[in-house]
Structures are given as structure tokens and as C-alpha cells.
Nanobody, 126 residues
Framework: EVQLVESGGGSVEAGGSLRLSCTAS????????VAWYRQVPGSECELVSQ????????NYADSVKGRFFISQDNAKKTVYLQMNNLSPADTAVYYC???????????????????WGQGTQVTVSS
């Protein structure tokens, strides 16, 4: 059984930082693409960042470029999202996702990723 377990969300003031973690089990972590999405109630999911397993290439939503950074520790089967200089507009539920080839899908219907974490709330106050 594949599981993705997130941690690290919480409440922070504008300008602060948080680091989200997502630890995987049940899949060959180093062989899968990984990503972070976020969702605000009533809106579609937004792809925040994605990392390719092939060459480590990363990409980011324009809204987070230069502030958020995705990284991966294959030995720990964990993907991280370092979030700096947070603003109230970053408030959302953040989901990690893995594997573009397998899995049943998850909460974000506009995504091709097959496995999803349970989500972690990030709240940024002004």
C-alpha cells in the first residue's frame, strides 16, 4: 500500500517561513516524479512545484518562484517544500503528490499524479 504522510503545516505571520515534509512508503520513491499542490476552498488545485525523477528538474508556479523550494531526500523517502517570505495569499491546504504513471488519483482532479497525501493546512496572517 502506498502512503504519503505530510507534516510541517501550521500558522505563521507574513514574512515567516515553514517547511513541509512528505514521507512516502510503498513505492520506489527515487523513480517517481513528485509535486506539491495547494487548494483554497472553492477553488481548483494549484500546482506549486514539481520535481522530475529523471533529471531532478524543478518548476514552480509564478506566484512562488524565488520563495519556495522543493527538494528530495531519497534515503529518507521524503520530499520537502521550503516556503519563505510567506504571505496571506499562500494560505491553503497543501498536498504532496507522487507518481505520474500509477495510482488512483486524489483530491486534485486537475492533476495526473496518482498518489496523494492527506493535506496539511498552512495559514499565513497579515
Amino acid at each position: 500500500e502506498v502512503q504519503l504522510v505530510e507534516s510541517g503545516g501550521g500558522s505563521v505571520e507574513a514574512g515567516g517561513s515553514l517547511r513541509l515534509s512528505c514521507t512516502a512508503s510503498g513505492l520506489i520513491f527515487e523513480a517517481t516524479d513528485v509535486a506539491w499542490y495547494r487548494q483554497v476552498p472553492g477553488s481548483e488545485c494549484e500546482l506549486v512545484s514539481q520535481r522530475s525523477n529523471v533529471d531532478g528538474e524543478t518548476n514552480y508556479a509564478d506566484s512562488v518562484k524565488g520563495r519556495f523550494f522543493i527538494s528530495q531526500d531519497n534515503a529518507k523517502k521524503t520530499v520537502y517544500l521550503q516556503m519563505n517570505n510567506l504571505s496571506p495569499a499562500d494560505t491553503a491546504v497543501y498536498y504532496c503528490a507522487a507518481d505520474l504513471l500509477n495510482g488512483p488519483g486524489g483530491v486534485c482532479r486537475n492533476s495526473l499524479f496518482g498518489y496523494w497525501g492527506q493535506g496539511t493546512q498552512v495559514t499565513v496572517s497579515s
